[in-house]
């Protein structure tokens, strides 16, 4: 893995503990020479990662629309390779072209949509990068449980659930996404295997 993008949330959420896993999240990329692509902005988890990257003397680029500019900031702008689109869906997609996986660090909807969209991308067969979600205090827990609960409910299956690693120690998580194995992809119009 050369680059890793890193979905998080753009506040720091109400416990230390968020702030800390994205600092040595960002550190461990740059010490592993592993590329970091985040949202571009300069506040929140995103701001904490990417200051740790480039601390440890990290690559960082950066995705964000045009519009999300004055919400997010840019305090890196000199030491950070940015990209301005046009649109969600354009960061979205350059981020995956940028990337040989993906993490998800805490986050609100906007994490969980990003997150979402990528693993579906990767059901579809339309990447075959690896997927991780950074447990961080138990974060993902009940979501975790709601995935096997899909799975238990037929609508998803396993193969599809397996995609995606979960792992509270980032070290762990990077160690599994640098060992993925792409399941084999079905054709989406086959309904009773899809």
Same mark, same amino acid.
């Given at each position: 893995?050369?680059? =890793?993008?890193?979905?998080?949330?753009?506040?720091?959420?109400?416990?230390?503990?968020?702030?800390?896993?994205?600092?040595?999240?960002?550190?461990?990329?740059?010490?592993?020479?592993?590329?970091? =692509?985040?949202?571009? !902005?300069?506040?929140?988890?995103?701001?904490?990662?990417?200051?740790?990257?480039?601390?440890?003397?990290?690559?960082?680029?950066? =995705?964000?629309?045009?519009?999300?500019?004055?919400?997010?900031?840019?305090?890196?702008?000199?030491? =950070?390779?940015?990209?301005?689109?046009?649109?969600?869906?354009?960061?979205?997609?350059?981020?995956?072209?940028?990337?040989?996986?993906?993490?998800?660090?805490?986050?609100?909807? !906007?994490?969980?949509?990003?997150?979402?969209?990528?693993?579906?991308?990767?059901?579809?067969?339309?990447?075959?990068?690896?997927?991780?979600?950074?447990?961080?205090?138990?974060?993902?827990?009940?979501?975790?449980?709601?995935?096997?609960?899909?799975?238990?409910?037929?609508?998803?299956?396993?193969?599809?659930?397996?995609?995606? $690693?979960?792992?509270?120690?980032?070290?762990?998580?990077?160690?599994?996404?640098?060992?993925?194995?792409?399941?084999?992809?079905?054709?989406?119009?086959?309904?009773?295997? $899809?």
């Amino acid at each position: 893995m050369r680059s =890793v993008c890193v979905f998080c949330g753009s506040s720091l959420g109400n416990r230390p503990i968020y702030a800390e896993a994205a600092a040595t999240l960002g550190r461990l990329l740059a010490e592993r020479g592993m590329g970091l =692509v985040y949202g571009g !902005g300069d506040i929140g988890l995103m701001g904490v990662l990417a200051d740790a990257a480039i601390t440890a003397g990290g690559e960082v680029t950066g =995705v964000i629309p045009e519009a999300l500019m004055r919400f997010e900031g840019v305090g890196h702008i000199d030491r =950070v390779s940015l990209h301005v689109v046009g649109s969600m869906h354009e960061r979205k997609s350059l981020m995956a072209q940028l990337s040989d996986a993906f993490i998800a660090l805490p986050g609100g909807i !906007g994490t969980m949509e990003e997150m979402f969209e990528t693993w579906t991308w990767g059901q579809l067969g339309l990447h075959a990068k690896p997927l991780g979600l950074l447990d961080v205090g138990g974060f993902y827990g009940h979501l975790h449980s709601f995935l096997d609960h899909m799975v238990d409910e037929g609508f998803l299956k396993a193969r599809h659930r397996d995609m995606v $690693a979960v792992e509270s120690d980032p070290i762990a998580l990077l160690a599994r996404l640098e060992s993925y194995q792409a399941p084999s992809v079905v054709k989406v119009i086959d309904r009773d295997t $899809a």
